[in-house]
């Protein structure tokens, strides 16, 4: 089992090297991933010979939640390769080309000799990376999957920006002892690569791209299909784009009520519309500074940590780092996001807040963010994941977006039930949240199963989330060329829910909380279908 189990996550590391679950990882630091079809093929062929021997083992306990694991990852290994969404994505961090290299290898933080070097081969590797995202383009737009004309817009224009100003590059302003070596590298390789790339883009694509009333997979050939598989891959379970649709509808109208009970109290307001209204536009609702918002994620944070053994036995060996996003990084990131810790535990994961243009970011968010992205959410899970021991790596490096997001999510909400929310705003920010991840539901699916174009996905953010301009837009460009991850964030949670709530049935007055938590965090990222299973053994 132990051999098949590492075959797969070699399969993993191979498909995408830059995770960032992986870093530190034996055999990854110096690659990128070959965007070929062949290398792909190669790829699934690999994949599929371990689900053939997979499928021949029969196991319990332990070997039966590994095997649950492995078989999951490389069933979504295989749809990712079939989506081919290489072939038409330009301009999202995850899936096309540009944003693996100028978001995520731009990330890097090398330290010592041997992982400068790694830096460098990576670098060197990029003309050829590019050359093989041009031809897998050249070979959507020959076969009918056409980019959308937007994105490949943004994409021209982010590499002209990108091309103009060398001195803002990112990979220039990763720090190296080798500076002069990586600068040399940048000039006469690296930045003719993307020159060439953005020359594709503009002279072959753009023209040949879909119109945003088009947008969504379901315009694509096999895109129906296509999607089906994602929502599958991304959720982990079995409910259909249909089902989720409604989904999201219903819970937008249980937030309603909420908003409308929370408001009346703290601004004495009835609907959830006037409520929602108050949030976007009251100025007092805005941080005066960045020291100011740094301030209150780390007083979130500090407040969970001291009160997380009351509810987790289970506890990270190591505590949370907050820190504000990089000067460098700041204007084109996210509001927070959290970096785990190399594997090695060599040091610890990282909450980081952005506090770029602090007066116009909402207050009410920042505590159900630093919820979700460090304690009790991705800090604790994913940090405890590798602190696994005596079962295969795949076990601690798995991604898995409904167990991972879906914990996150849950977070938020049991954070209310601990108490550590200071007050009704902060509350109402929870609330924030729990809207855009049930919107998320009703506009992935909009767009990829119902042939919605963009502009009904952007207005339905407008009426029905407390989102930004900036972020409406950027969010529904996500959703676009990552389809079905959006998915994830709530169906997780409801699926923790639910567990959670059979769990309670099933044992009485002996349910304890805190081991349920202990339950969910002690094997590693699980699919939901594994997870039901280690929640059933436990009930009994």
């Given at each position: ?14 498909a995408d090297p830059l ?158 002892n080798a500076a002069a ?300 060329e990552m389809p079905g ?56």
């Open positions: 089992m132990r051999e098949l189990a590492d075959e797969a996550l070699e399969l993993l590391a191979t995770n960032e679950l992986l870093v530190g990882f034996p055999g990854t630091e110096d690659r990128l991933n070959d965007l070929s079809e062949a290398a792909e093929q190669s790829l699934r062929d690999r994949a599929v010979r371990v689900l053939d021997a997979a499928s021949r083992i029969e196991a319990t306990g332990q070997d039966a939640i590994t095997l649950g694991v492995l078989v999951e990852q490389t069933e979504s290994l295989i749809t990712r390769i079939d989506a081919r969404l290489v072939e038409h994505t330009v301009h999202d961090g995850q899936t096309a080309p540009l944003g693996k290299l100028l978001e995520l290898l731009a990330s890097s933080r090398p330290t010592g000799a041997q992982q400068e070097q790694d830096f460098l081969t990576r670098l060197a590797a990029i003309p050829e990376f590019l050359a093989q995202g041009a031809d897998r383009l050249r070979h959507g737009l020959s076969t009918g999957r056409l980019p959308i004309a937007g994105r490949v817009r943004a994409a021209v224009d982010y590499l002209d920006a990108h091309l103009a100003a060398p001195e803002a590059d990112p990979l220039h302003l990763v720090p190296l070596e990586r600068d040399d590298l940048l000039a006469a390789e690296v930045r003719p690569a993307f020159a060439a790339y953005r020359e594709v883009l503009h002279a072959e694509a753009l023209e040949r791209g879909r119109p945003d009333d088009r947008a969504g997979l379901c315009w694509l050939p096999d895109g129906e299909a296509t999607y089906a598989a994602l929502v599958r891959m991304h959720t982990t379970t079995g409910r259909t784009p249909e089902e989720l649709h409604r989904t999201g509808v219903e819970l937008l109208a249980e937030l309603a009520e909420e908003y409308a009970e929370i408001g009346s109290r703290i601004f004495g307001l009835r609907t959830a519309a006037e409520v929602q209204q108050r949030m976007r536009t009251d100025p007092g609702l805005r941080w005066s500074d960045g020291r100011e918002l740094l301030a209150a994620a780390e007083a979130a944070i500090e407040r969970a940590e001291r009160g997380a053994p009351e509810w987790f036995g289970r506890l990270p060996a190591q505590r949370c780092q907050v820190a504000p996003v990089p000067a460098d990084r700041a204007p084109n990131t996210s509001a927070a996001y959290y970096l785990p810790g190399p594997v090695d535990g060599s040091r610890p994961g990282t909450y980081y807040a952005n506090t770029h243009l602090a007066e116009q970011r909402p207050r009410f968010l920042a505590e159900a963010t630093a919820f979700h992205e460090a304690v009790p959410g991705h800090h604790f899970q994913i940090t405890l994941a590798q602190e696994l021991t005596g079962v295969p790596k795949i076990r601690q490096l798995a991604w898995v977006n409904a167990y991972m997001e879906g914990w996150g999510l849950y977070s938020e909400r049991f954070a209310d039930e601990a108490g550590w929310y200071t007050d009704d705003v902060a509350r109402l920010g929870m609330l924030a949240m729990d809207s855009n991840r049930a919107a998320r539901l009703v506009v992935d699916t909009g767009l990829h199963a119902f042939g919605w174009s963009r502009q009904r996905a952007v207005d339905y953010l407008r009426e029905n989330t407390l989102m930004p301009e900036v972020e409406v837009q950027s969010e529904t460009d996500r959703y676009l991850q959006a998915l994830s964030y709530m169906v997780g949670r409801l699926e923790i829910e639910r567990l959670r709530d059979r769990a309670r049935a099933a044992l009485g007055a002996a349910f304890d909380l805190r081991a349920f938590h202990d339950l969910v965090l002690g094997s590693g990222p699980l699919p939901m279908p594994v997870l039901d299973l280690v929640v059933a053994d436990w009930t009994g």
